[in-house]
């Protein structure tokens, strides 16, 4: 339709203009034909640049949609650096494409400025020489008449219908065409091997603080977990248990010491991979339960792998009443339990060795606690840490960390029982819970 109504109404104006006086063709032609050759050159690179912007620009709104809800895991995971890099390579990619579309877009203006504008001002330059040869200045008056009333309006719908609207069809176009078939995605490398001989988790001589003038919650610890250890750590409510985890993930940097997983450093990358935290507040996406389940896993969870991960923790009677694994999931309807159940099921299906669980049971009941930590326990090639919720988990546990301010006491129950006070009181039965 736009083309269409150019087409009548440049040859209606020519027409006129011929009619008029015919070297007024000879003015007004030339830049006209070169605007409309320079602006087709431009449909395709144009079309091609939004596309590549549209592309883009969904690309980044993907990404944000996945990371904006998930930045509590983000960080639990100790992945910022590596978020915000491929965020970062989503916003550059599309900053280079709105560039790129914009310098087409300068082109498409030049070329209504030759074909629109610059009829005029030759006419108006070359009036001297039009008068000499015969175009009366009626006539020229209705050649600045045509030019300004039809032809410049006629290229301007045009341009912006053609170059916006026609560019943006194209688009649409492309994306309509079934795609073309290729191979396999390109595999990611695997998550970093554990440094040989190396403990699970160690602390030297870690001290923390929130703040300067604070007493530190951790004054010099030295902890050893070694590789397929279970760790339990206790101690009065807000006494620093969840900072030992938040620290053990790298989500809090010591002021004092150093920290490692596996042998590497605390934190960085290669850490951040080894290790999984499971918080209180169990995080599960919209989407399938295995989708939620695999979170962690670089490729889809085999079915078969995926049930029997859900029958040692104790996720299989949700699994069933929810349907499968392929059942919908919303996490607005699932009890704190569940969503719990969930979130254990998933870091228990993550390759990382070691886990760190801060109050991740407190919405079970005991027995479900029991069967989770057990299950972790006996996880192949694991090693776990679990903030106590009540003492029976410190019971089950190979070892005990008793929290008390700066000071701890470290040791089996027994042990614990024989020299420690604060763990005589905790394991008393009107000091049952642990919280």
Same mark, same amino acid.
């Not at 620290?247 to 605390?266: K, M």
């Not at 254990?344 to 801060?358: V, W």
């Given at each position: 339709m736009v083309s269409r109504s150019f087409v009548f109404t440049a040859a209606g104006a020519l027409a006129g203009l011929c009619t008029l006086a015919p070297p007024l063709l000879l003015v007004v032609g030339p830049p006209l034909l070169a605007g409309l050759g320079l602006f087709a050159a431009t449909l395709r690179p144009l079309a091609r640049r939004q596309e590549d912007f549209l592309v883009?620009?969904?690309?980044?709104?993907?990404?944000?949609?996945?990371?904006?809800? #998930?930045?509590r895991d983000v960080t639990a995971a100790g992945a910022e650096e590596r978020i915000a890099a491929d965020v970062g390579r989503r916003v550059d990619a599309e900053y280079r494409a709105a560039r790129a579309l914009a310098r087409w877009s300068v082109v498409r203006v030049a070329a209504l400025a030759v074909g629109?504008? =610059? $009829? =005029?001002?030759?006419?108006?330059?070359?009036?001297?020489?039009?008068?000499?040869? #015969?175009?009366t200045p009626g006539a020229l008056v209705g050649a600045l008449a045509y030019v300004t009333q039809s032809l410049l309006p006629a290229l301007q719908n045009l341009v912006h219908g053609l170059g916006t609207s026609g560019a943006r069809l194209t688009v649409v176009l492309r994306r309509l065409r079934p795609p073309s078939k290729s191979g396999p995605p390109p595999t990611s490398p695997g998550d970093p091997p554990a440094a040989p001989d190396a403990p699970a988790l160690t602390l030297t001589a870690v001290t923390f603080a929130y703040g300067p003038a604070s007493t530190p919650v951790l004054d010099g610890l030295d902890l050893c977990v070694p590789n397929g250890g279970h760790l339990a750590v206790v101690g009065p409510s807000g006494i620093g248990k969840s900072t030992l985890t938040a620290l053990a993930a790298g989500l809090l940097d010591p002021a004092h010491g150093e920290i490692r997983v596996c042998g590497h450093p605390v934190p960085g990358p290669r850490a951040a991979a080894l290790r999984v935290l499971i918080p209180q507040e169990a995080y599960v996406t919209t989407g399938t339960l295995a989708e939620n389940l695999g979170l962690l896993r670089p490729d889809p969870v085999p079915e078969h792998e995926l049930l029997a991960a859900a029958e040692a923790v104790g996720l299989t009677p949700l699994l069933e009443r929810l349907g499968g694994p392929d059942a919908p999931v919303r $996490?607005?309807? =699932?009890?704190?339990?569940?969503?719990?159940?969930?979130?254990?099921?998933?870091?228990?299906?993550? $390759?990382?060795?070691?886990?760190? =669980?801060d109050e991740a049971t407190?919405?079970?009941?005991?027995?479900?606690?029991?069967?989770?930590?057990?299950?972790f326990a006996a996880r192949p090639g694991g090693t776990l840490v679990v903030v106590a919720h009540r003492i029976d988990s410190a019971r089950r546990a190979r070892r005990i960390l008793v929290m008390d301010g700066p000071r701890t006491a470290y040791g089996t129950h027994e042990e614990l029982l024989r020299t420690c006070a604060l763990y005589q009181d905790l394991v008393a039965p009107s000091r049952s819970p642990v919280t």
């Amino acid at each position: 339709m736009v083309s269409r109504s150019f087409v009548f109404t440049a040859a209606g104006a020519l027409a006129g203009l011929c009619t008029l006086a015919p070297p007024l063709l000879l003015v007004v032609g030339p830049p006209l034909l070169a605007g409309l050759g320079l602006f087709a050159a431009t449909l395709r690179p144009l079309a091609r640049r939004q596309e590549d912007f549209l592309v883009a620009d969904e690309a980044l709104a993907a990404e944000l949609g996945e990371v904006c809800p #998930g930045l509590r895991d983000v960080t639990a995971a100790g992945a910022e650096e590596r978020i915000a890099a491929d965020v970062g390579r989503r916003v550059d990619a599309e900053y280079r494409a709105a560039r790129a579309l914009a310098r087409w877009s300068v082109v498409r203006v030049a070329a209504l400025a030759v074909g629109g504008q =610059l $009829p =005029l001002v030759l006419l108006l330059a070359a009036a001297p020489w039009l008068l000499r040869h #015969g175009v009366t200045p009626g006539a020229l008056v209705g050649a600045l008449a045509y030019v300004t009333q039809s032809l410049l309006p006629a290229l301007q719908n045009l341009v912006h219908g053609l170059g916006t609207s026609g560019a943006r069809l194209t688009v649409v176009l492309r994306r309509l065409r079934p795609p073309s078939k290729s191979g396999p995605p390109p595999t990611s490398p695997g998550d970093p091997p554990a440094a040989p001989d190396a403990p699970a988790l160690t602390l030297t001589a870690v001290t923390f603080a929130y703040g300067p003038a604070s007493t530190p919650v951790l004054d010099g610890l030295d902890l050893c977990v070694p590789n397929g250890g279970h760790l339990a750590v206790v101690g009065p409510s807000g006494i620093g248990k969840s900072t030992l985890t938040a620290l053990a993930a790298g989500l809090l940097d010591p002021a004092h010491g150093e920290i490692r997983v596996c042998g590497h450093p605390v934190p960085g990358p290669r850490a951040a991979a080894l290790r999984v935290l499971i918080p209180q507040e169990a995080y599960v996406t919209t989407g399938t339960l295995a989708e939620n389940l695999g979170l962690l896993r670089p490729d889809p969870v085999p079915e078969h792998e995926l049930l029997a991960a859900a029958e040692a923790v104790g996720l299989t009677p949700l699994l069933e009443r929810l349907g499968g694994p392929d059942a919908p999931v919303r $996490p607005a309807v =699932l009890s704190a339990g569940e969503r719990q159940l969930i979130a254990l099921t998933r870091a228990y299906l993550s $390759p990382a060795p070691l886990a760190l =669980l801060d109050e991740a049971t407190c919405h079970l009941d005991p027995a479900a606690e029991a069967r989770a930590e057990q299950a972790f326990a006996a996880r192949p090639g694991g090693t776990l840490v679990v903030v106590a919720h009540r003492i029976d988990s410190a019971r089950r546990a190979r070892r005990i960390l008793v929290m008390d301010g700066p000071r701890t006491a470290y040791g089996t129950h027994e042990e614990l029982l024989r020299t420690c006070a604060l763990y005589q009181d905790l394991v008393a039965p009107s000091r049952s819970p642990v919280t």
